[in-house]
């Protein structure tokens, strides 16, 4: 049994208001597959990399037990580059280079001994390749997990849909949910957007906590407040890695288990934020991360009798 | 015992995405009595209006137990006059009619029969008249909530600043607290505001509900998503007045308290906003309060072992 991630594995170079990076290692997958790795052992990659991309950074994801057979190393080519600049408010930013190198022609192969994977987590990426890799699961995982962004319904909205209708979770942020439903309350687009496919629907509305819509129930998750944003990148992917690998580790799919699932995958992005990449991630201790579920449960809790 | 509230009664014209209204009444005393009134019997206000206000409308206010003693009537003079029209998205609006008349030179009175007030709510209005209400107050209220706005902040900042040091509790929403602290983060904000006075403070989110800071606590509240907002106005008096009635009636001012009576606040709003101007406040029952409440709970409550 296994938890497969897809997506990125990548460069980032990111400005923020608190300094700046070279290259530094990022990517959904690199992200997702980090998260998950602090509830589940058997965390699997499916990405490419170019020759470029560094053994170190590779074993630095073994080391968190994250098998990464299917992570295709391309010779003689070059690895994913995205370079952005945040604005001061950090909810918005620009992009300053997108170089898609080994990700332009991306053929996902699914080693045999990944064919055992119950969760399945479809980083973003063209909903065709999402597509793809569930096509080439000999089994249907037991929960198919999808992020996706608004660039792919502007170019790609078919497929988008077709892929929609595969997947049991759905996660986007507050105007991807309103572009891909054409609704401005959120309530109405969730109903929308839950006849499209998904059994549920995530909400990400980054500081101010994420929604979760199925079947008539909502759930609200509150954000914890932060004194200090230090760089957002990969907080989202952060978050839906925490959340599957959770259910992964719990292994039953319910509401009330998913609303759990979302308060580790928001205390883990919580930590993402602290520091520039992924440097936050690498070293979270057990006791770390009970804390911070602490600091949810009290932020959130009241008793009204 | 009373709970005295200070603020506008006024006519508004309103026009939103769903329709558009001749001058029905409101203001920021109006909708916070209507919604104190559900939790505490002894509200008295504190207002102006022109001898063009309906003794109708006063009655509406006296049927629900509110006081108007305190509510002086202008021969010859009109009341306080707002036109907007809100945006698509609900959450901006356009001022079209701002008509001081009555609100010129308002000088509030307190009857003798107000200085028994344990609990003050200040309404938005000008910092001074609000200061003016605390110093012709006899005792010193046990608790004083006081709103205001980024208005105030822009021409009368020295006045809101010397008003702020009388209070308890500001109420305000997340750009009208980073306006008044120079903060981006809410949490810095949070720290810069409660050394201005207040001892707590209240951060009005809208649709993403509000943020209590006191003291190194944070509570996070959720809104009740809504299908369809029909109108904003006076959601956040409707806040501010469930929030104080409910802690006029608990009678314990604490921080467990104050997390109660910001979820009976936002469930007072979530009324509020289903139809035009007070009309759903008028006629709540008991029994629609509290399963009211019982969404709240459901939407946000998770138990984590």
């Not at 296994?2 to 959904?28: H, N, R």
């Not at 990400?204 to 004194?227: C, R, T, V």
């Not at 992964?248 to 205390?267: D, H, P």
């Not at 057990?286 to 600091?295: C, F, H, K, L, T």
Request: charged share 20%; net charge negative; with cysteine.
């Amino acid at each position: 049994m296994s938890l497969v991630v897809i997506g990125t594995v990548a460069f980032d170079a990111i400005e923020t208001p608190f300094g700046k990076t070279d290259k530094i290692v990022g990517g959904a997958a690199t992200y997702a597959s980090l998260a998950a790795s602090y509830f589940y052992d058997e965390v699997k990659i499916v990405a490419v990399v170019g020759d470029d991309f560094p053994q170190a950074e590779i074993r630095n994801l073994n080391n968190h037990h994250i098998n990464t057979e299917g992570l295709q190393i391309k010779q003689g080519e070059k690895s994913f580059f995205w370079a952005g600049k945040y604005h001061n408010d950090m909810n918005s930013r620009d992009t300053l280079v997108t170089e898609l190198n080994v990700l332009a022609d991306f053929d996902p192969i699914i080693p045999e001994s990944y064919q055992d994977c119950e969760y399945l987590m479809l980083g973003n990426l063209t909903p065709k390749i999402q597509q793809t890799v569930i096509n080439r699961m000999h089994k249907r995982p037991k929960l198919i997990v999808m992020d996706t962004m608004n660039f792919w319904m502007d170019i790609a909205m078919d497929d988008l849909l077709q892929t929609l209708k595969m997947v049991d979770v759905l996660a986007i942020n507050d105007s991807e949910a309103r572009q891909l439903s054409g609704e401005y309350s959120l309530v109405k687009a969730a109903d929308k957007i839950l006849t499209m496919g998904p059994k549920y629907l995530i909400i990400k509305k980054g500081e101010h906590g994420a929604l979760l819509f199925s079947n008539g129930q909502i759930f609200s998750a509150p954000a914890l407040p932060l004194a200090e944003v230090f760089d957002p990148t990969g907080a989202g992917d952060t978050f839906a890695g925490g959340f599957i690998g959770y259910l992964a580790k719990v292994g039953t799919i319910n509401f009330n288990n998913m609303k759990n699932a979302i308060i580790y995958g928001s205390a883990l992005a919580s930590f993402c934020v602290e520091k520039f990449g992924t440097e936050r991630l690498l070293n979270l201790t057990p006791q770390d991360v009970s804390a911070r579920i602490g600091e949810f449960v009290k932020l959130s809790k009241f008793e009204i009798l």
